[in-house]
């Protein structure tokens, strides 16, 4: 199910930083998240991804760059992209999931465009 939850993109130069936020609606347990990104033409790529344990992944070109984290209390997944580089330039998607009452529910968010500049 679509939902407008993806927020945080916008324009930086190279090595900066940027904070994505992915917001799900009504009360989720184990709340979990995967945020990817998209260049326009190409295939979505996996970015990072977080359980609802805790446990993080990361692709390699975002190891040590970008952080996945949660906020279960405001249903919220976030990635944190610093030493941001043009490569990182796309549109990233983010998914987020969970239990509601007795029920698995899953969340894509609109995209949220990311341009970095020299």
């Known amino acids: 199910l679509m939902c407008s939850c993806g927020s945080g993109g916008g324009l930086v130069q190279v090595g900066g930083s940027l904070r994505l936020a992915c917001t799900a609606s009504?009360?989720?347990?184990?709340?979990?998240g995967i945020w990817y990104r998209q260049v326009s033409g190409k295939q979505r790529e996996f970015v990072a991804g977080i359980t609802a344990g805790g446990s993080t992944s990361y692709e390699d070109f975002a190891e040590g760059r970008f952080t996945i984290s949660r906020d279960n209390s405001k249903n919220t997944v976030y990635l944190q992209m610093n030493n941001l580089n043009v490569e990182d330039t796309a549109n990233y998607l983010c998914?987020?999931?969970?239990?509601?009452?007795?029920?698995?529910?899953?969340?894509w968010g609109k995209g949220t465009q990311v341009t970095v500049s020299s």
């Open positions: 998914n987020v999931a969970g239990i509601s009452g007795r029920a698995h529910v899953a969340y």
């Open positions: 009504g009360n989720i347990d184990s709340l979990n």
